[in-house]
């Protein structure tokens, strides 16, 4: 990824999804537990990435400093109907994935699974981004320097500013 030096800012037009998910290792030596989770967690990231037109609009992986059983994705979505509707699809990875969770772990306490959604109306966000590559918004929308605003209050809800 390449560094763009200088002060930048994401701008993302339409309403868009923020999703966590992720995953808490409760008991390190479950391996044939946890692993199959975690797999399963990066064929997801892959399947929606290589999909033509995807939903996903960016995915992170996030390792916790603070507690390294709790890895766990940062992603963007188009919408929630979208990310809602790639989850139920049957020809899709997660609905088997699901099903083999909670048949092999799911009620045992051993993996922990876990997801939060946000809904971002258009131009109600604010992204800055100093001397880094495009995460994040950023690699799903438009990265453009930042300009003379400073102040949070005076960007967040103007998508000419984001």
Not at 35 to 42: E, H
Not at 60 to 80: C, M
Not at 85 to 93: E, F, V, Y
Request: no cysteine; charged share 25%; proline share 4%.
């Amino acid at each position: 990824m390449d560094v763009e030096a200088g002060r930048y800012t994401a701008n993302y037009p339409d309403d868009f999804v923020v999703f966590f998910i992720g995953m808490r290792i409760n008991h390190w030596w479950r391996v044939t537990e946890w692993v199959p989770v975690m797999w399963s967690a990066f064929g997801m990231v892959r399947e929606l990435r290589a999909m033509r037109d995807s939903p996903l609009l960016e995915s992170r992986l996030v390792l916790s400093v603070g507690d390294w059983r709790l890895p766990f994705f940062v992603q963007h979505w188009r919408s929630v109907e979208d990310l809602e509707g790639w989850a139920n699809d049957k020809d899709r990875s997660h609905k088997p994935a699901q099903r083999e969770f909670f048949r092999r772990t799911a009620y045992n306490g051993h993996v922990g699974v876990w997801h939060e959604t946000y809904r971002v109306a258009a131009g109600q966000f604010e992204a800055i981004y100093a001397n880094m590559p495009r995460i994040g918004l950023a690699a799903a929308g438009e990265y453009r320097p930042l300009g003379a605003t400073s102040r949070l209050q005076d960007r967040i809800g103007d998508t000419e500013a984001n």
